[in-house]
Each structure stands twice: as structure tokens, then as C-alpha cells.
């Protein structure tokens, strides 16, 4: 579990990436990756905080 919580975080850091470059160069479709990055750290955010207090 623990490697698909970063494998999950990584690629919505990637996504971030792509989204805020394509937004430098004017793509159209930038805000659509932004806000699935966001989307993705988010869910792996819950994940982490669902793991952590599952085991307390």
C-alpha cells in the first residue's frame, strides 16, 4: 500500500508539472491537468490520513 501512495502522489506532482509548464506556453488544456494533480495529491493525502488513523 505504501508504494502506491507514492506511486499516487508522484504522478499527481508530474501532473502539477505538465499542467503549470503548459500553462506558461498558453495550452488550453492546462488547468485540466492542474486540477487533476490536485485531485491526486488530495485522494493520496486522504489515503495517508485514513492509514494513520486506522491504526491508532
Do not use: H, P, Y
Request: overall charge positive; aromatic content about 14%.
Amino acid at each position: 500500500m505504501k508504494n502506491q501512495l507514492i506511486s499516487l502522489f508522484s504522478f499527481g506532482l508530474v501532473l502539477i508539472l505538465v499542467g503549470a509548464v503548459g500553462s506558461f506556453f498558453d495550452w488550453s488544456q492546462s488547468m485540466i491537468f492542474i486540477g487533476l494533480g490536485l485531485t491526486l495529491e488530495s485522494l493520496a493525502l486522504l489515503i495517508f490520513a485514513w492509514n494513520k488513523l486506522r491504526k491508532k
